[in-house]
């Protein structure tokens, strides 16, 4: 199979301080990584798209000097939510591509933030 | 840009069938796809159908696509109590390998 890890699952900062999220494939590389957020009881919006020694691609109206990504080896990738406020509280899930010519999106099991 | 549409709840006694259904508006999509959710858990791929299909059916799981009225619908055969979740659907129009989801059917199956 394909497993994807992340790392915490739960986590509680104070608001201001910053979080590091991060986004393991354990069994494969992985060409590409997302990383969504989802809010209670809404779908999964994407955030910004992840490759492997290079700049990520945010969507529109996602900040990047707020939610940095760094996507340092074919295993591994990180969101890091900089001085976090109440509203960045959410679920935040990543996912893995195998390869290029994949369709199929592994999924992590998902971090809580919780920003108090 | 893309939108796709699912009513939010479902709710169906044990052993009777789920039919799950999605609405999306770009008609440019390669796949549409039908994701899994447990309560606080990432998200499984359950099926996926080619935009030039039909219908796809996969153990309990049939997937029917009407490309005309831009119809996408899972009917999960028999359900089990481990059926509960949330059922998104999702298309990939906005390029390859980036996926627009639906926002998501609550299944509760009542045993």
């Known amino acids: 199979g394909a497993v994807v890890s992340q790392h915490p699952s739960r986590v509680i900062c104070k608001s201001g301080t910053s979080v590091k999220i991060e986004c393991r494939s354990l069994d494969f590389q992985a060409t590409t990584m997302f990383w969504y957020r989802q809010f209670p009881k809404q779908s999964l919006m994407l955030m910004a798209t992840s490759n492997e020694g290079s700049k990520a691609t945010y969507e529109q109206g996602v900040e990047k000097d707020k939610f940095l990504i760094n996507h340092a080896s074919l295993t591994l990738s990180t969101l890091t939510v900089t001085s976090a406020h109440p509203e960045d509280s959410s679920f935040y899930i990543c996912s893995a591509i195998r390869d290029s010519n994949s369709y199929e999106q592994y999924f992590g099991p998902g971090t809580r933030l919780t920003v108090t | 840009g893309e939108d796709v549409e699912q009513s939010l709840f479902l709710s169906v006694r044990e052993g009777d069938s789920s039919v799950i259904n999605c609405t999306y508006t770009?008609?440019?999509?390669?796949?549409l796809y039908w994701y899994k959710q447990e309560p606080g858990a990432g998200l499984q791929l359950l099926t996926y159908i080619f935009s030039n299909m039909d219908m796809k059916q996969d153990q309990r799981l049939t997937v029917l696509l009407n490309k005309k009225d831009k119809h996408l619908s899972l009917r999960i055969a028999d359900t089990q109590t481990g059926d509960s979740a949330i059922y998104f659907c999702?298309?990939?129009?906005?390029?390859?390998?980036?996926?627009?989801f639906g926002t998501g059917t609550k299944l509760q199956v009542i045993p």
């Open positions: 999702a298309e990939d129009s906005g390029g390859y390998q980036k996926v627009t």
């Open positions: 770009d008609s440019s999509s390669t796949y």
